[in-house]
């Protein structure tokens, strides 16, 4: 069974910054990406960024050059991601987001349980 667990989500000041983390485990035989999403409320759930396991990144406009996306490059199967100059419209759930191979023909998306990060002004 793959799980994510995500971590380092909370309450901080508008400018502030957070760091967040995604471990993920179980039977992954092959990563394609990992990423983060995010859903506020009342709204639908949206990309943040992701890095596809040949190191390339894809962000949202709306959080370019105030996040970073990295990753262990030990393990693989820890992603990061640092939130700097952080904005009230920040605030959301995120969601750690996997696609691999995990015994299927074809790779599988896999979620964690989210991690609420609110920006007061």
């Known amino acids: 069974q793959v799980q994510l667990v995500e971590s380092g989500g909370g309450l901080v000041q508008a400018g502030g910054s957070l760091r967040l983390s995604c471990v993920a485990s179980?039977?992954?035989?092959?990563?394609?990406?990992m990423g983060w999403y995010r859903q506020a409320p009342g709204k639908q759930r949206e990309l943040v960024v992701v890095l596809s396991s040949d190191g390339l990144s894809n962000y949202a406009d709306s959080v370019k050059g105030r996040f970073t996306i990295s990753r262990n490059n030990a393990a693989k199967n820890t992603v990061f991601l640092q939130m700097n100059s952080l904005k009230p419209e920040d605030t959301a759930v995120y969601y750690c987001?996997?696609?691999?191979?995990?015994?299927?023909?074809?790779?599988?998306?896999?979620w964690g349980q989210g991690t609420q990060v609110t920006v007061s002004s």
């Open positions: 179980g039977n992954i035989l092959s990563i394609r990406h």
């Open positions: 987001n996997m696609r691999a191979y995990t015994g299927n023909t074809t790779p599988d998306d896999y």
